[in-house]
């Protein structure tokens, strides 16, 4: 059993279904991407994890608990989870991290000197805390997002799901967000990122996880030849690797026989 399990999961919408006895487990420790064409259940395998939308049948384990049996602030302490980039709210970057300790204290209760410890540590760590009295509409696109970062840190869970963290971000933030990802695992966090940038998955992943149309077409490390035969045939594209002084580049290239 891994930190987060897809125990023979069936869903669908409006009557369609899109997973038919789904199961997937993510193990602890390790940085696991999940990768597929727009469609395939990426994000809605994210809404369930989270408990946004439930099962018709199976089940969602976090931790081995049942997502369904946990109330929202139990998930809270057991699964960090940074959504898509939205509207900033008005408050600046330390009160966006600080609502991070909600789940161990409430909103109304006052945070200790234990919790601004906690607050500064993953403003640290997020790159963000030279920006903490900053308001969040004065920073970039990147910027915001770590300090959404921060403040999922800051709820200190087992478990962080990241679900497009590098949406509209330009290269440069991409690469710090890759960065940041692979300090949290160190950290011994276990990390679950949708990510639609098949370089930038192969590139950070321990693990990966090839969807296509609903189903699990392969799982196993970036380099394994049932992986990328599985990305191939999903995404329809031709992929290489390519050496550079960096490391490992994955590019895809358009099918010959396509």
């Known amino acids: 059993m891994g930190e987060l399990d897809f125990e023979n999961v069936v869903f669908g919408y409006g009557g369609n279904a899109l997973f ?12 696991s991407c999940i990768v597929g064409p727009n469609g395939c259940g990426k ?5 369930l994890a989270m408990g946004l939308i439930k099962p018709a049948s199976g089940r969602v384990l976090i931790q081995g608990r049942d997502v369904a049996s ?3 602030r139990e998930r809270a302490r057991r699964l960090g989870v940074l ?24 909103p109304l209760s006052r945070l200790d000197e234990t919790d601004a410890q906690c607050i500064d540590e993953t403003l640290s760590l997020a790159g963000v805390y030279d920006l903490r009295d900053r308001p969040l509409r004065s920073l970039s696109g990147g910027q915001r997002q770590r300090a959404r970062m921060a403040m999922v840190l800051a709820q200190d869970t087992p478990v962080v799901l990241l679900d497009e963290p590098t949406s509209f971000m330009d290269a440069a933030a991409c690469f710090d967000m890759m960065r940041l990802v692979r300090r949290v695992r160190e950290r011994g966090k276990t990390v679950i990122a949708v990510i639609h940038d098949l370089n930038l998955a192969l ?6 996880f090839v ?13 394994e030849a049932a992986v990328q035969s599985a990305i191939e045939q999903s995404f329809g594209v031709r992929l290489e690797h390519v050496e550079t002084p960096s490391g490992v580049a994955w590019v895809p290239f358009e099918r010959e026989d396509v």
Do not use: W, Y
């Not at 038919?20 to 940085?31: E, H, Y």
């Open 20 to 31: 038919n006895g789904f199961s997937a487990s993510f193990a602890k420790g390790q940085i």
């Open 203 to 208: 590139s950070v992943a321990d693990a990966v």
């Open 43 to 47: 994000s809605t395998l994210a809404k």
């Open 70 to 72: 946990l109330n929202p």
């Open 211 to 223: 969807m296509e149309r609903g189903r699990l077409a392969a799982q196993g490390a970036p380099g």
């Open 83 to 106: 959504v898509q980039q939205q509207e900033a709210p008005m408050m600046t970057v330390r009160e966006l991290a600080a609502c991070g300790r909600f789940p161990h204290h409430g």
